[in-house]
C-alpha cells in the first residue's frame, strides 16, 4: 500500500550536520550545518545534530533535497560526496541512524524521500576537544565553499549535475531572516 501526504511544505535544500562536537574531527558536520546556518540563505535550512535520530524523517520528508554532513575516515584526504538512496528497511538496529535509514523512515512514514546526498569531509582526530585538525580544517573550508556554489546556483541543478567543479560564478544567494518551521503534529495520509 502506497500512502501520500496530503500537502506539505517543502524547503529547497535541507543540510544535516551530524558528529559529536567533542570528539575533534568528528564536529565537522555540525560545524558545517552552523555555518550555512548563520548564512541565512533563502530556501535552505540547517539542522545540527550529535547523531541521526528517527525524528530527523519528519523535516527529510519536506524538502526537495537533503544533504547529510559528517566527518569520515575513508576519505582523509578528500571531500566527498556520494548519492543515497533510502536503505529497503526503516529499522533502525541501534541507537542512532545511518542517513538511508532516514530516508527509508521519510519514505515509510510520511510518504516521500528527497533526491538525497552524503558530503563527507575528512577526519583524522577523533580526541577529546573542540579543535578541527588541520585536515578536517581544509576539508571544512572546501566543503563550505562548495555548498555556497549551490546556492549561488539558487539550487536549480542537482549537486552531481553540478558536480561540484563549478567554474562558473553565479548570482549571490539572497540571504533571508526566516524561523525555521515547526515539525508537523499530525500527519494525513490517503491510500492510493
Not at 541501534?94 to 524521500?113: E, K, M, N, S, Y
Request: glycine content about 4%; some cysteine.
Amino acid at each position: 500500500m502506497s500512502r501520500t501526504p496530503t500537502s506539505i511544505p517543502r524547503d529547497d535544500f535541507l543540510i544535516i550536520g551530524y558528529g559529536n562536537t567533542l570528539r575533534s574531527d568528528d564536529g565537522a558536520g555540525p560545524r558545517l550545518a552552523q555555518a550555512v546556518a548563520a548564512m541565512n540563505y533563502a530556501g535552505v535550512r540547517a539542522l545540527v545534530c550529535p547523531l541521526l535520530t528517527p525524528e530527523l524523517a519528519d523535516p527529510v520528508s519536506q524538502t526537495r533535497v537533503a544533504l547529510f554532513v559528517d566527518a569520515a575516515v575513508d576519505a582523509p584526504h578528500e571531500v566527498r560526496l556520494r548519492k543515497l538512496e533510502p536503505a529497503h528497511s526503516a529499522q533502525i538496529m541501534a541507537h542512532a541512524a545511518d542517513p538511508r535509514t532516514i530516508l527509508a523512515l521519510a519514505r515509510d512514514v510520511f510518504g516521500r524521500a528527497p533526491k538525497a546526498w552524503w558530503l563527507t569531509i575528512p577526519a583524522v582526530k577523533f580526541d577529546f576537544g573542540d579543535r578541527l585538525s588541520p585536515e578536517a580544517q581544509q576539508g571544512f573550508a572546501s566543503a563550505l565553499e562548495r555548498i555556497q556554489r549551490l546556492c549561488r546556483h539558487k539550487l536549480q541543478a542537482e549537486p552531481s549535475r553540478l558536480a561540484w567543479n563549478l567554474s562558473r560564478p553565479g548570482p549571490p544567494c539572497q540571504p533571508t531572516m526566516r524561523p525555521c518551521h515547526e515539525p508537523r503534529k499530525v500527519q494525513k495520509f490517503q491510500s492510493v
